[in-house]
């Protein structure tokens, strides 16, 4: 299972539905700049794809992290609670937010394939 990616620039990475990884693209925290803070969802919360989940904040601005699928949250990235930077030096592997259980694997195909999401994120 390839890498998928949301209009609200998350990425999901579902090789695992039982724990697919979330986190913010590259273009995001591009946009974002330094990142200095992220609030992560508790372990054992609930969300509907569209949810907020988290927050990341940098020194230009906050944004939400939303839920890219629906799921339970059954891990969070405590590496990057500790440095926050992870999200800016490596956002697709070490700066991951969290780890879902998707309830429904079919969401998936409502989000972006890495080429549509680089030229969706060339106008956005």
């Not at 891990?75 to 030096?89: G, H, T, Y």
């Amino acid at each position: 299972m390839s890498i998928k990616y949301s209009k609200e620039h998350e990425w999901i990475n579902a090789a695992d539905t039982n724990a697919a990884i979330v986190g913010i693209t590259v273009h995001a925290q591009d946009a974002l700049g330094d990142v200095v803070f992220v609030d992560l969802p508790a372990v054992g919360s609930s969300f509907k794809a569209g949810d907020v989940a988290g927050v990341v904040e940098s020194v230009k601005a906050a944004a939400d992290v939303y839920m890219p699928v629906t799921g339970e949250i059954v891990e969070v990235n405590e590496a990057l609670r500790d440095d926050p930077s992870l999200a800016n030096s490596d956002p697709l592997a070490a700066g991951w937010f969290f780890k879902v259980k998707m309830s429904n694997v079919g969401e998936l195909e409502g989000l972006m394939e890495e080429t549509a999401y680089n030229d969706f994120a060339k106008d956005n």
